[in-house]
């Protein structure tokens, strides 16, 4: 039988950064405000009162709370200000472009978003594009670099090689690549809470040197907690995929889980609120045109049951997005390979970049929804998707899965989260017009939208959260959206089934 969760001071973790490093607890900081033990070894406490004797010692009446409180509050509001500029680059300036050089406007006009529907000039634009990322990469010696999973994980970010994810990443979704925004947001995010750390340890005298380490930390969790909370359609979200990721195993598998203490926790939980707050006041997230009000209304109780159907199905579907990015991956990998052994490594960056962005040009042109992050285009797909066809909307699934591939494996700088909650988003619109089994846009977009990255992401209340706050969906929403999230990652990864074949295309 599974034990329950152990809250720590701070995980100890393995990740592939570094596997000696040792990510003990937050000396300084959590240790002296976590769960506190008395000279016997015991618990501090209300004696026989369970509720009282598992609290932890008091964390928030010291000037070491204060001094972390005011830094991730200054933090919140530099990412939160800076995450406008930066949606703005590769929101408003990136499809104002794709408009200029097309017919019509992108992607607000519906008649863009039909199939052959791009523009001619977008194939060379988005190829020269994402060629220049490749120079960027090369002069900048970026080659490999951290996902935010494992910068959460590690409790570490680079604040010279999060500079240089953040420019290359912006470049490459202004280019047009399917790519996530996330992952240069989150990335600068835990490099600028690295520097800010680093200066208030410093600033701080002897007393706050001995908890620098453990600010560190604090402070890159803080700064990629802030991204989240800057993009996504709650704070609570940004806080949930944040604490979902930084669950760490105790043992092979996975019965027992390790995550930070409520120290660590609250102050995720304001700089994600004030990251949000400071976004807000700038410019609000915009919503998905779905009338959530009506939700709770068409609630019946057999959406549940049908939720488990929705959840095969989207574990289906992504495991048809797993294998095409796993045959691209493959076909670069050889490519880079070659061109590596006969030209060097930055005539291989440059050369997948460049293939990777002509690939995303074509189909850009032939599916224009392929382009993009995928986060820009819910609105405009969720408005126009009645007029799209089947066909339409299936070859928009396929391109973008493709188009993110190429990204992916070429090396432009981006992120997996919104492009796949994208493709998600669109087969959930394909299947509500299954006949037959009472399924409506309302219903199959919400769970099969998050259940296709949750058959793989581990992250299943992330998954939960994001609609509901997303759409504004009602209480009752909550049921089948779980179930579908539940069910699609128990068929994939609950199976062994993603594991299997992982090792076979590992092998292969």
């Known amino acids: 039988m599974d034990r329950p969760i152990i809250e720590r001071p701070m995980s100890n973790l393995d ?26 070894g015991h618990q501090n406490g209300g004696g026989g009162n369970p509720i009282l004797a598992g609290m932890e010692a008091p ?13 991730l509050a200054l933090l919140a509001t530099l990412i939160g200000y800076g995450s406008y500029w930066y949606n703005y680059v590769i929101g408003d ?26 523009a001619p000039l977008w194939i060379p634009l988005v190829w020269a594009g994402c060629t220049a990322v490749g120079v960027m990469k090369v002069l900048l010696r970026l080659d490999q670099y951290p996902s935010f999973l494992t910068e959460i994980r590690a409790e570490h970010a680079d604040p010279k090689e999060s500079a240089k994810v953040v420019v290359c990443c912006l470049a490459s979704l202004y280019s047009g690549a399917a790519l996530g925004p996330e992952a240069g947001l989150a990335s600068g995010g835990g490099g600028l809470g690295t520097v800010l750390a680093e200066l208030i340890s410093k600033l701080g005298g002897a007393s706050f040197q001995r908890g620098a380490e453990a600010r560190r930390r604090l402070f890159v969790l803080g700064g990629i907690t802030a991204a989240f909370g800057s993009i996504m359609p709650a704070p609570w979200v940004a806080l949930m995929i944040c604490m979902e990721c930084a669950f760490a195993k105790r043992d092979e598998d996975g019965k027992e889980m390790i995550i930070w203490g409520r120290r660590t926790l609250f102050l995720l939980g304001f700089t994600a609120s004030w990251a949000f707050v400071v976004r807000y006041a700038v410019e609000p997230i915009p919503e998905l045109p779905l009338s959530g009000s009506k939700f709770d209304e068409r609630y019946d109780n057999w959406m549940p049951v049908k939720a488990i159907l929705l959840g095969a199905i989207a574990a289906f ?8 990015t796993a045959v691209i991956k493959v076909a670069f990998a050889k490519i880079g390979r070659v061109i590596e052994a006969r030209l060097g490594v930055s005539a291989r960056i440059i050369a997948l970049c460049s293939l990777a962005g002509l690939i ?8 224009p929804l392929s382009l993009t992050d995928g986060k ?21 699934a396929l391109a973008k899965t493709a188009c993110f591939g190429a990204a992916a494996a070429g090396g432009l700088v981006g992120g997996p ?15 509500s017009r299954i006949q037959g089994l009472g399924f409506f846009p309302a219903f199959t977009v919400p769970v099969v939208m998050v259940a296709m990255p949750g058959a793989v992401f581990p992250i299943p209340f992330t998954m939960v959260a994001f609609p509901l706050s997303m759409l ?37």
């Open 59 to 71: 964390w928030a009446n010291d000037r070491f709370f204060l001094a972390d409180s005011a830094g």
């Open 417 to 431: 989260f919104f492009p796949v909650l994208y493709i998600g988003m669109v087969v959930g619109e394909l299947v």
């Open 93 to 118: 300036m990136l499809e104002d472009w794709l408009s200029r050089t097309g017919e019509r406007k992108y992607p607000s006009d519906i008649e863009s978003l039909h199939l052959m529907g791009g």
């Open 317 to 324: 579907s992504a495991l048809v997005y797993f294998v095409i």
């Open 472 to 508: 504004k969906l009602g209480p009752l929403w909550c049921v089948p959206v779980l179930v579908g999230v539940l069910t699609s990652y128990t068929l994939l990864v609950g199976t062994g089934f993603v594991r299997k074949l992982a090792g076979g295309a590992g092998r292969g």
């Open 15 to 40: 990740f592939p950064v570094s596997r000696e490093v040792s990510l003990g607890s937050m000396v300084g900081l959590e240790a002296e405000a976590g769960l506190a033990t008395d000279e016997h």
């Open 376 to 396: 820009a285009a819910m609105a405009p797909t969720a408005l126009h998707a009645p007029g799209l066809s089947s066909v339409n909307l299936l070859c928009i």
């Open 360 to 367: 995303t040009g074509v189909l850009g042109y032939c599916v």
